[in-house]
């Protein structure tokens, strides 16, 4: 477990650790391929900031699986908000850096976990101020319900019944030196 | 984070944390200006006022097209097609901008501290963009950001500041930010332009160009403000041009690759000779383009939700 768990009393639970990731992301990288039969035209754009992370460890695989180099883009949502300046001071802005156009291409969007669908909302708002792809498809490492918009992953690394009181947190190596997800209950 | 602030009046009250924050944000706003489309919806029925009792091009037109990126409404006023003309006060204007609950008002204003009159009366969020000779923060923040994007950092840069120091709210901003951030500042120009009291800004000053410039990274050149000076500061605009002009011969005398800024608008042959400002180390109209930045992440930071205290 990491550091923080010492200083954090909140109760929590882990529903995948470093293997369950890494088997749930090899799988994802098989959907991908199968159902867009093959890589062409494919292309990887991560939320920032484990969603960039998690499409860096696709395009990895999909090049163990198929060989090809698919880009990965980094987007960030924060400016496409629908809570902006409602209350509050303002989220930081990170940067967006998607080299390579999107115009007719097979995006796939990917964030570390799917919920109220607010993000998704955002990041596609986003991905068309960007270009008109051809297709766009979601990829989560975890879709834990409670959706308030109608949206849906198409690759789902896992599926994790929670309340809506609880808090899916999801580590990443690159981002918090371990990898893990874990469930903290809210009430005390 | 954001700003722990209502309004942008002065760099002098900015602590090095929100400057550096500031920064941050406008260089993750700067790729907008890269797209195709150069709009996001983040301020989406916000209104944002220009208010200008003095001439602007670079300023106005910049804070008007980020509010206009960042899809917020941007209305600007002239001083010389307004109710200023008639005679109306700065705070009646002010007040009455206020009925009309604009989220943002840039204000420029011949006298200092104008800003700060209405910032102390209204709820919008108000923007210095130059009041008097007193401070011009947008400017000093996107000097700031141009620096560290072509070098990577600021603390223990070296900069010199170069023509009329004492009337420019440019110099008197950029000083100070320079000043936070762990920049080096050495100002020359003729004794009559200096600053009285340059221990109190931190600087050095000189009235030798070349050894101002000797060994620094970024050369600063201001224009001569004549509208804001007495008739005899300067005997001749050529003696100025042959003391403290910018010119390529004179540039062999800095540190090869030492860049190059100007705050605009241009005296050329006056105080930078053209091949200077259109040389190859010249980041003039970067800092054009970084002004989009600056103000995109201003905005930004100041149409947050309301703090409690506000």
Redesign the interface.
Known sequence: MPAEAAMDTRKKAQIMDATAIQRALTRVAHEIVEKNKGTADLVLIGLRSRGVDLARRLSQRLKQIDGVDVPVGALDITLYRDDLGKAGPQPTVRKTEIHFSVDKKKVILVDDVLYTGRTTRAALDGLMDLGRPRVVQLAVLVDRGHRELPIRADYVGKNVPTAKSEQVQVMLQEEDGVDGVVILNNTD | ???KRKDLLTIRELEPEEIHQIL??A???K??GT???K?????RG?TVINLFYEASTRTRTSFEIAGKW?SADVINIASTVSSMTKGESLLDTGKTLQAMRPDVVIIRHPVPGAPKLLADRLQAAIINAGDGAHEHPTQALLDLFTIRERLGRLEGLRVAIVGDISHSRVARSNIQAMRKTGIEVRVAGPATLLPRYPEQLGVQVTTDLEAAIADADVIMMLRIQRERQGPTLLPSLREYSRLFGLNVERLKKAKEGVLIMHPGPLNRGVEISPEVADGPYSLILDQVTNGLAIRM?LL??L???H?AER
């Open positions: 984070m954001t700003l941050d944000t260089d993750s706003m790729e907008i797209r195709e489309i709009k996001v919806p983040a301020l916000k960042l992440a930004y930071l149409t947050g939700g703090p």
